[in-house]
């Protein structure tokens, strides 16, 4: 019961402040995207950097982790895609987002604060080394098997382009790429400077998280029950049960496997509904699949945090 008082009722309050703001008229909505943007295209990607920067890259970076964690990530996408497909009749572009939304996680607003809370800061290097690849991984992944069943019209090459852009025009991913060329090349950031981005990466977790919860008052719940929860399912217990295995076989210290654990366990991230709006396609799964598996994973976290060592 501590676990959930002290470490996810904490970070779910903050989300309930966000989403009453904008219940009782608090803040706007056009006050909470901008707050959001801020978050994701500012102060998240700062963070980012900061922590890449700074880790000590060839002790964190472990094929058996990352193979534990996107090995889970990969059969979660596997399953959305053929079992909406086959199961419930979705377009090939549907199943896409849906399975998109049983791959990507949301590895930083949720999984980062929760992994910190539970095990402390020192936990969080395995976090920061999966977050290094997820945004990257997990677009490929989406955005080239869309493009690949959309249409013939387009060249491998137009469709190529098409998929790097969308990566690399990520702020996330930016600000991954400069934290890694900040590391590599061995550049020491004048203390003025340090100083500026300590200060934004303090206040990046708090801000997303708030503007998550307004940005979830947003969103309605809706139809499309079976496709919904298949997301709820895959996200929450599948695809954290898949890391918990692959790492057990290939023998990830404690602190290793709480982190992919934990990570896998996040609800899909707000970046879901953005893909679907992206394509237009399985909207309202995207966004109803982003409420109610946040709201769900109240319980289903606590529930991971007591198994894990």
Known sequence: MSALLDVIVPVFLIIGFGYCSVWTRLFSID???GLMKFSQNFAIPVLLFNAIAKVDLINIFDFNLFFSFYIGATAGFLIGFVGSHFLF??????????????????SVMLGLPITERAYGEDALRHNFAIVSIHAPFCYFLGITVMELIKSNEKSLRKK????????????????ILLGFLVNICGINL???????????????LPAALFGMGGILYQYRPEGDIGPITMVCLVSLLIHPAIVWIAGLNLELTDMQMRSAVITAAMAPGINTYVFANMYGRAKRVASTGVLLSTALSIGTVWIWLNLLP
Do not use: H, P, W, Y
Not at 89 to 106: M, Q, T
Not at 190 to 204: E, F, G, N, Y
């Open 89 to 106: 009749s979705r377009s090939l572009e549907d199943s896409v987002v849906i399975g998109f939304c049983c791959l990507f996680s949301n």
């Open 31 to 33: 006050t909470i995207d």
């Open 190 to 204: 004048a203390k003025s400077i340090q100083a500026s981005i300590d200060m934004v990466t303090a206040v990046a």
């Open 160 to 175: 190529s382009v098409v998929i790097l852009k969308a990566m690399f025009s990520n702020a996330l991913v930016v600000g």
